[in-house]
C-alpha cells in the first residue's frame, strides 16, 4: 500500500511569491495535518482537517491556508512568502482526527525561498 | 502550556553500547507522550506511544520508554545501538488525547550518531 505521497519534493521561490503543497493521504485515512519543521528543529503544527472541515490552526499568520478535497486530500497554501518560510513541510495522515489515531507522515516537500 | 525539552542535541554511541535520549515534558496535566524517529530523506515514524496505560512502553526495533511522573520524564532507551539506528529523535506530546485534534508538540529532537 502507498503511504503519505507529497509534491513536489524540492520547490524553490523567491519573495513575495505563492506556492501550494499537495499531499495525499493513506487509503481510507480522513484527517490530514500539516507541519512545519525549520532546519535544526522540530516540526510545528500548522493545521488539521478532517472530512474536509479545519479541525486545528496553530500559531501561523494567515498567509498561510490549507484545504482538504473530497477525496480527502490536501493543499498548504503559503502567500507572500518571506525568506524564513524556507522548511521542510511535513504531511500526516490518519483515519479519524483524534488523538487515539496513529498518524503517518509523508516525506516532506522541501521549500527554499531566496 | 504543555511542551516538551530535549536537553541533548545530539548524541553519539558506538555500535553495540546502550542508548539514552533524553525527555522531560510539562504539563498541567496527565499527557500523552509519544517519541518519533525521521531517518534522512524519509517520513517521520512512531517509535512508541504512552497513554496512562503501562509506565514501561516497547515499541519498535528493541527500543523502550519509562514514563516517571515524578521526575515529569519519558527517556528513550536500547539496550545495544546498532548502525541503522543513526537517524534523529522527536519526544512528542499531545495536548488532546481522545479530544477533537490530533495536533502534536515535538521537542527540539536529538541527533543520534552511531559509531562502527
Known amino acids: 500500500d502507498a503511504g503519505v505521497t507529497q509534491s513536489p519534493t524540492h520547490l524553490i521561490k523567491t519573495r513575495g511569491q505563492h506556492v501550494t503543497l499537495r499531499c495525499s493521504p493513506i487509503?481510507?485515512?480522513?484527517?490530514v495535518s500539516w507541519y512545519q519543521q525549520v532546519l535544526g528543529q522540530g516540526p510545528q503544527f500548522i493545521f488539521q482537517y478532517y472530512e474536509k472541515e479545519e479541525r486545528g490552526r496553530g500559531n501561523f499568520p494567515d498567509r498561510f491556508s490549507a484545504r482538504q478535497f473530497p477525496n480527502y486530500s490536501s493543499e498548504l497554501n503559503v502567500n507572500a512568502l518571506l525568506l524564513g518560510d524556507s522548511a521542510l513541510y511535513l504531511c500526516?495522515?490518519?483515519?479519524?482526527?483524534?488523538?487515539?489515531?496513529?498518524?503517518?507522515f509523508g516525506p516532506g516537500t522541501r521549500l527554499t525561498v531566496l | 502550556a504543555q511542551s516538551v525539552t530535549q536537553l541533548d542535541s545530539h548524541v553519539s554511541v558506538s555500535e553495540g553500547t546502550p542508548v539514552l535520549l533524553s525527555c522531560n515534558y510539562s504539563?498541567?496535566?496527565?499527557?500523552?507522550l509519544f517519541w518519533y524517529v525521521q531517518h534522512p530523506n524519509k517520513g517521520l515514524q512512531l517509535l512508541l506511544k504512552?497513554?496512562?496505560?503501562?509506565?514501561l512502553v516497547k515499541g519498535i526495533n528493541g527500543f523502550e520508554a519509562e514514563f516517571k511522573k515524578s521526575e515529569t520524564s519519558f527517556h528513550l532507551t536500547k539496550p545495544s545501538a546498532h548502525m541503522s539506528d543513526a537517524a534523529e529523535y522527536f519526544c512528542v506530546v499531545t495536548p488532546d488525547y481522545g479530544g477533537a485534534t490530533n495536533k502534536l508538540i515535538f521537542g527540539t529532537g536529538t541527533l543520534l550518531a552511531v559509531q562502527p
Open positions: 500526516a495522515s490518519s483515519l479519524a482526527g483524534t488523538g487515539y489515531n496513529e498518524q503517518f
Open positions: 504512552y497513554t496512562s496505560a503501562a509506565t
Open positions: 504539563s498541567s496535566y496527565s499527557p500523552s
Open positions: 487509503s481510507g485515512h480522513k484527517s
